[in-house]
Structures are given as C-alpha cells and as structure tokens.
C-alpha cells in the first residue's frame, strides 16, 4: 500500500524584504559587513526573503510554533478538512522557540485540534524529511489516516544584531567579533513554514503525489561539523557545547556559543561531491526513469551552488537537464527544512504537473553532512 501526499499549506511572514532592506531589520554588525553582504549576495542569487520581525518597530511578529500553525490551517482549509481529523503531527525545525517540550507539541497545543501523536525532530534541512518519513511510515504501518508533516524555520533572531551583543564590566553594550562563518549566514536565511498531507489514498477530484521511495543518509562518520549553534568548533574540529562552558552566561555569549555558524572550508570541500555521490547512488539503485522525472526540486542554499552540483552528477550519469530544475529560492528565499515544502506547495499549485510526470526531490544539510532524496509520481 503506497502513501500520498495529498494537501501542501504554506505560510511566509509579512512583506518580503529585498537585499538593500536586510541591514535595516537584522541591524549591522561589525565594519566590514558591507562588503561581505554585496559579496555573499552576488553569488547566492536570491533577491528576497522573509522574516518574522517587523521591520518598523523590530518588534518579533511571530514565534515559529504560530509559523508552523498557519502553514497548517492553510492546509486545513485547502483541503476542507477540520483540525480534529489529524491523527499525527510530525514536525522537523533547527530553530524551536525553546529546549522543552518538542516543537510538535507546541504546535499540537497552539493548533488545538483533538488529542493526537506528535513527534519532533531536530537538525537543520533534512528535519522536515525526517518528520515526513515518519508521516509517511505511519500511515503505512496503520497508525495514521491523516499525518502532517512541517518544515518551519525561525532563522532571523538568531541573525539580529542584537544576538551579538554582550556588556562589558562597565556597563557598556558592544559587538562581539564575529568572522566570516557568522556574517555569512546573515544573508543566507529566511523565515517560513510549509506542511504537508499524507494519506493512504489519493483524494478524488484532484491532482496526488505518491511517495515511491524516500531515502536518508547521514555522513557524519566520514566528515566533521560544518554548521553549528549551541557550540563552539575547537582546533581539532571537534565541538564544544554551551552547557561545557564554566565561565558563566556573559562568557557564553561573548564567545559566540549562540553565533549561528558554518565552516565555509568544510562546505566547500564537500558538499557538492559527497551530494552528487548520494544522489546519483539513489536513482541509480532506483532504476529511475530520466525521462519521466519531469521536475527535480533541489533544496539549494546558493545558486553558488546550483551548476557545481549539476556537473557532479552529470559526471556520475545523472541526466535531468538544468531546464527541468525548479526552485524558487530567488524570491522565496533559504527557508531551511521548510524550503522542500514550499517548493511542491508552489510547483502543485503552477498547473504545470500532469498524471504520470515523476517529481525528484533533493535536499542536502550541511550540519553535519545528512541527506535525502525522494521520488513522487503524479496521480490523479
């Protein structure tokens, strides 16, 4: 018995900000973020993002947990469905509104539908797939009529000026240094939630997605950490965790603990290569036909990236043309684990997908190096 994807909800938080804008809602940080802000936006290629802070006031107009929840009442009423049909919701995030309790239950108490399984999961882009796979797994197994599976990000306070702060013995509020690692991220991510509908059967009337194969695969035996929050990456590449830190909460902060940070070496290094390898390895165990993926929807951080990892799997007999590749990161902006989701949700609503077409999904985390690759074949 197959499982579908049925119903997608998006939700993206007030205006879009375009690049000259950034700056006026995250502050400034540091004299040379100028330069490196026209540098990492001329090679990432996107034009608009979304964030959860009014940029009048700076005030946070959203937690994630009411991001996730307005991604799905927007499928709720897509679908016609009422919130106490759902049977599981799975949520993946790397930014939760707090430790404990899990993101899922926030969700579940905010949302307010009937008593229901929920299941959180942590980590970065690939969250969202694991909360998928399990939605997917337990409709398969019996236990769910109607899973939800999210993808939310709340990226921007961890990106305010504000986060860098700290005080010095005299009272006076100052920035912390922060490399490249950090600035770099400040132009990169965005905030949003997507979710999605999973079902045992296809819903009479319209356009299905069935799920033929999902696959996830960690390398985090063969490569060290690339992005990390909570932790500070020693000389030897190993991390070290903010509850490891004896020197108090000014000292945490000021050694940047709570930087949102990525090792640019490490991701250059390896992430096209070890992400050509899992993907192409996937389609090829698949035996998938190239001529019926009539989309492949890569999660792209950068259009940096875009043409390296296309040439990677054209080198390993990978053969779906740029022209077939959709994303819409230039004005959606990198959403994270909701990027997927939001994704389908536009790809489904274009009118562009027809019965039969074959949809190819990639996404690749570069926390620690995990990645996931799914099949779906439209149905009506």
Same mark, same amino acid.
């Given at each position: 018995?197959?499982?579908?994807?049925?119903?997608?909800?998006?939700?993206?938080?007030?205006?879009?900000?375009?690049?000259?804008?950034?700056e006026q809602v995250l502050g400034v940080v540091g004299r040379a973020s100028e330069t490196v802000r026209d540098t990492i936006l001329e090679r990432n290629g996107i034009k608009?993002?979304?964030?959860?802070?009014?940029?009048?006031?700076?005030?946070?107009?959203?937690?994630?947990?009411?991001?996730?929840?307005?991604?799905?009442?927007?499928?709720?009423?897509?679908?016609?469905?009422?919130?106490?049909?759902?049977?599981?919701?799975?949520?993946?995030?790397?930014?939760?509104?707090?430790?404990?309790?899990?993101?899922?239950?926030?969700?579940?108490?905010?949302?307010?539908?009937?008593?229901?399984e929920v299941a959180s999961f942590a980590g970065v882009c690939c969250s969202s797939m694991n909360a998928l796979r399990y939605a997917v797994n337990s409709v398969l197994a019996g236990s769910a009529k109607r899973a939800i599976a999210t993808g939310?990000?709340? %990226?921007? *306070?961890?990106? /305010?000026? !504000?986060? $860098?702060?700290?005080?010095?013995?005299?009272?006076?509020?100052?920035?912390?240094y922060i490399g490249f690692s950090q600035k770099f991220l400040r132009f990169m991510l965005s905030d949003g939630a997507g979710a999605a509908l999973v079902e045992p059967a296809p819903r009479p009337g319209n356009l299905n997605l069935r799920i033929e194969w999902l696959e996830m695969k960690s390398f985090a035996n063969e490569l060290e950490t690339c992005m990390y929050f909570g932790a500070v990456k020693e000389p030897d590449g190993s991390l070290k965790g903010y509850r490891s830190e004896r020197g108090g909460i000014e000292e945490t902060i000021k050694r940047g603990y709570f930087n949102l940070s990525q090792d640019v070496?490490?991701?250059?290094?390896?992430?096209?290569?070890?992400?050509?390898?899992?993907?192409?390895d996937c389609v090829k165990?698949?035996?998938?036909?190239?001529?019926?993926? %009539?989309? *492949?929807?890569? /999660?792209? !951080?950068? $259009?940096f990236f875009?043409?390296?990892i296309f040439e990677q799997m054209q080198l390993d007999g990978f053969r779906v043309p740029l022209d077939r590749?959709?994303?819409?990161?230039?004005?959606?902006?990198?959403?994270?684990?909701?990027?997927?989701?939001?994704?389908?949700?536009?790809?489904?609503?274009?009118?562009?997908?027809?019965?039969?077409?074959?949809?190819?999904?990639?996404?690749?985390?570069?926390?620690?190096?995990?990645?996931?690759?799914?099949?779906?074949?439209?149905?009506?």
């Open positions: 018995m197959p499982a579908y994807i049925t119903r997608f909800g998006t939700f993206l938080p007030n205006a879009p900000v375009p690049n000259q804008k950034i608009w993002r979304y964030y959860a802070i009014d940029p009048e006031t700076g005030a946070q107009t959203h937690t994630n947990t009411e991001l996730t929840v307005a991604a799905i009442q927007q499928l709720l009423d897509s679908a016609g469905m009422a919130k106490d049909e759902i049977d599981l919701i799975a949520c993946g995030t790397s930014s939760p509104d707090q430790i404990i309790p899990g993101h899922a239950a926030m969700v579940h108490g905010l949302l307010k539908n009937a008593p229901c939310s990000e709340l %990226a921007s *306070l961890s990106l /305010h000026s !504000s986060q $860098y702060e700290h005080r010095t013995e005299n009272g006076v509020t100052t920035h912390a070496k490490v991701l250059g290094e390896h992430i096209v290569k070890v992400a050509g390898r899992f993907f192409v165990r698949h035996e998938v036909d190239y001529e019926r993926v %009539a989309f *492949l929807l890569p /999660h792209l !951080s950068s $259009y875009q043409q390296p590749w959709f994303t819409n990161l230039r004005y959606k902006g990198n959403t994270g684990s909701a990027s997927i989701y939001i994704m389908l949700d536009e790809l489904y609503q274009s009118g562009n997908l027809q019965p039969g077409q074959q949809v190819l999904c990639v996404v690749p985390e570069s926390s620690r190096f995990t990645f996931a690759c799914m099949l779906l074949t439209v149905v009506e």
